[in-house]
């Protein structure tokens, strides 16, 4: 299983090199890359290497997308991209066999929106929104909070800063109530209860002013 574009929560895209290799394993080891792809479409300052999904020749890749990342969270509706022969097997399943698809009502609106273009639509305008959303939290981190250090992600939703001098986020967290601001530890993406002085930043749902003022309360935290 892998996110291979904008993942969440670090922001980083597997280079095409490192795809490549992946995919070659794959077919020497007959084992299936299940390739999380929702944050493709999401690309703001770089275009990332080819998807997953360009590959479904083989067998041993299943590429995955989302409605919810590019349209609304709630859908909970997305797609597929895979070799013909696992599709087949994917149809053939019990539960499409008898609920008659997956989520059928809201499969029916977003017919709409495909054929009238009006997805697309929807997609640009995320773009132009949220390259804004990304570049002024890069601006407002260099400002208010010199101290944390991160790769600048190129798409997706998410920063994933490094506190300084091995602060422990969940300790933090524990401080933040009073000031009205959260984030996501960085342990919580970790296996091994790691990534402890890590957190996830997300920049997509709050206005440019809001993010400003969130940083500004995270600050506070910081200092006290």
């Given at each position: 299983?892998?996110?291979?574009t904008?993942?969440?929560p670090?922001?980083r895209t597997?280079?095409?090199?490192?795809?490549?290799v992946?995919m070659?394993?794959?077919?020497?080891?007959?084992f299936?890359?299940?390739?999380?792809?929702?944050?493709?479409?999401l690309?703001?300052?770089?275009?990332?290497?080819s998807?997953?999904?360009?590959?479904?020749?083989?067998?041993?890749i299943?590429?995955?997308?989302s409605f919810?990342?590019?349209?609304?969270?709630?859908?909970r509706?997305?797609?597929?991209h895979?070799?013909?022969?696992?599709l087949a097997?994917?149809?053939?399943?019990?539960?499409?066999?008898?609920?008659?698809?997956?989520?059928?009502f809201?499969?029916?609106?977003?017919?709409?929106?495909?054929?009238?273009g009006?997805?697309?639509?929807?997609?640009?305008?995320?773009?132009?929104?949220y390259?804004?959303?990304l570049?002024?939290?890069?601006?407002c981190?260099?400002?208010?909070?010199?101290?944390?250090?991160?790769?600048l992600?190129?798409?997706g939703?998410?920063?994933?800063?490094?506190?300084p001098?091995?602060m422990?986020?969940?300790?933090?967290?524990e401080?933040t109530?009073?000031?009205?601001?959260?984030?996501?530890?960085?342990?919580?993406f970790s296996g091994?209860?790691?990534?402890t002085?890590?957190?996830?930043l997300?920049?997509?749902?709050?206005a440019?002013?809001?993010?400003?003022?969130?940083?500004?309360?995270?600050k506070?935290?910081?200092?006290?």
């Amino acid at each position: 299983y892998t996110i291979p574009t904008f993942q969440n929560p670090t922001g980083r895209t597997l280079s095409q090199e490192r795809r490549e290799v992946l995919m070659q394993l794959a077919r020497e080891h007959n084992f299936l890359i299940l390739a999380d792809e929702v944050y493709h479409l999401l690309a703001y300052t770089e275009k990332p290497p080819s998807p997953f999904a360009a590959y479904t020749d083989s067998e041993n890749i299943i590429s995955l997308n989302s409605f919810s990342k590019i349209l609304a969270p709630g859908l909970r509706l997305g797609w597929v991209h895979a070799h013909p022969n696992t599709l087949a097997r994917l149809a053939a399943s019990g539960l499409l066999d008898s609920g008659g698809g997956l989520n059928p009502f809201t499969a029916a609106l977003l017919r709409g929106l495909l054929e009238s273009g009006d997805l697309r639509k929807n997609v640009d305008s995320l773009l132009a929104l949220y390259a804004k959303r990304l570049a002024h939290m890069d601006a407002c981190l260099k400002k208010y909070l010199p101290e944390l250090t991160y790769d600048l992600p190129h798409g997706g939703y998410f920063f994933f800063p490094r506190l300084p001098d091995g602060m422990d986020a969940t300790l933090l967290r524990e401080k933040t109530a009073p000031f009205k601001v959260d984030f996501r530890q960085g342990q919580k993406f970790s296996g091994r209860g790691g990534l402890t002085d890590y957190i996830r930043l997300c920049f997509a749902f709050y206005a440019e002013d809001q993010i400003e003022d969130g940083l500004t309360r995270l600050k506070r935290v910081l200092m006290r």
